[in-house]
């Protein structure tokens, strides 16, 4: 057997968590399956109908042998995921500036691209999770696929935060990397450029529409939360608690003291927020994992994906205070309070035209968060692709429910 890749061992995180959440679960569901022929048993829609064929008399043996067959199978899954011989082969391209620990990457000098001196496009990631989920596998990266249809992505890459970034908060990312950034990219051509941002990356690249609209042609914005009033699910569950009892400052204060001992708020803070938004999530894709063959490609795009997400980066205090404080507890975005590049965002004084696309499925970024940014904007256009948050970018209908559209709109 191979042996387990170093950078997986202990993933994914925080991975006690996962473990404990499935167990929980299905010891949950045990306990409740002598109720399961109740007329009032909470089913989630559509598996009503389905249970009632088994029958009122349930074998509680035969549950607890079927539970215990998905926990085996989530341990093998994720044994195949840490042991995979999968690598990411895909070497960054050149870096035309710098500053700090952010870079600007070219990708129109990647061997894919059909014209390296093609139309500018400023790429704008997400700050929490590495960049290359624009670029992560060959037939699963659009920064080349545009590349290949004669555009010229120049993805800003902010790097895992260093000295320079110690003392950054959204404010100082966005004068001290992301203006700066698009200054360096319109200068190539002497004219506006069109800007994309994905997640988060398209709320900060909208905030730069509103209050430095000078260099920008045209907006995209992939996922791009905005509107964290919903207090649906767990994270919103989350969310009303923390605004409550002066919950806003426990969490600043929370934050300050992580910074304080790790000099930046830890990966695992954000891993663990991902982690509850859905808790058996891990468990079922890992059970996913082991029914698939390993040298397969579906297999291989799993690990790819995997690998992705566990290979997140801390952030600094400030950032970390405004994101997790700032939006989603106090929804300043929303709220018309959020303060960036030196003033309050008012979506309604973006002028370039816009695309948003927000995903039916995504549970990072649901409707409810995301499609408040586009209906803000005045003739903003709204794609609401049947994907996920990272469906969008990288699965298997992203080129036809995203990227053609996106490739569409930048002509």
């Known amino acids: 057997m191979v042996q387990p890749a170093p950078q997986r061992v202990g993933q994914p995180s925080p991975l006690v968590f996962h473990l404990g959440a499935a167990l929980a679960a299905y010891s949950q569901a045990l306990l409740a399956a002598p109720r399961a022929d109740c007329a009032s048993f909470p089913w989630v829609d559509g598996l009503g109908e389905l249970a009632a064929r088994l029958g009122p008399d349930l074998d509680r043996i035969e549950i607890a042998c079927e539970l215990a067959s998905r926990l085996r199978e989530t341990i093998e899954g994720l044994e195949i995921w840490q042991s995979h011989p999968y690598r990411r082969t895909l070497e960054d391209p050149p870096a035309i500036w710098s500053e700090g620990c952010s870079r600007l990457l070219d990708f129109g000098q990647v061997s894919e691209a059909s014209n390296p001196e093609g139309e500018p496009l400023l790429i704008v990631p997400s700050l929490i999770n590495r960049s290359y989920i624009l670029d992560l596998a060959p037939g699963r990266s659009l920064l080349r696929w545009l590349a290949g249809r004669g555009f010229r992505p120049l993805m800003l890459d902010w790097g895992a935060p260093g000295l320079a970034e110690a003392g950054f908060g959204l404010e100082e990312y966005g004068a001290c990397r992301l203006a700066p950034a698009l200054a360096h990219v319109a200068a190539l051509t002497g004219r506006p450029v069109p800007a994309i941002g994905y997640c988060m990356g398209g709320t900060l690249a909208a905030g730069l529409a509103a209050r430095r609209p000078e260099g920008l042609s045209r907006l995209v914005t992939i996922g791009a939360p905005w509107d964290f009033a919903s207090t649906d699910g767990l994270a919103g569950t989350l969310r009303a608690m923390m605004r409550s009892d002066g919950g806003a400052e426990k969490a600043q204060a929370f934050l300050r003291a992580l910074a304080d001992a790790f000099g930046f708020v830890p990966v695992a803070v954000f891993q663990m927020l991902f982690a509850l938004i859905n808790p058996?999530?891990?468990?079922l894709k890992f059970q996913k994992l082991a029914r698939m063959a390993p040298d397969g490609a579906g297999a291989q795009f799993f690990v790819a994906l995997e690998d992705w997400l566990a290979d997140g980066v801390p952030m600094p205090c400030g950032a970390a205070q405004d994101l997790l404080v700032g939006w989603q507890v106090e929804n300043r975005t929303a709220m018309g309070r959020w303060d960036f590049l030196g003033g309050p965002v008012q979506?309604?004084?973006?002028?370039?035209?816009?695309?948003s696309f927000c995903g039916r499925s995504d549970s990072i970024a649901p409707p409810s968060l995301s499609e408040a940014l586009p209906c803000a904007i005045p003739d903003a256009r709204l794609i609401?692709?049947?994907t996920g948050h990272v469906g969008m970018v990288v699965g298997s209908g992203a080129r036809t429910?995203?990227?053609?559209?996106?490739a569409q709109f930048l002509v």
């Not at 979506?347 to 695309?355: F, G, N």
Request: aromatic share 4%; proline share 9%.
């Open 280 to 283: 058996l999530q891990t468990a």
């Open 384 to 386: 609401r692709p049947r």
């Open 401 to 406: 429910a995203v990227w053609q559209h996106l």
């Open 347 to 355: 979506l309604d004084k973006i002028e370039v035209p816009v695309l």
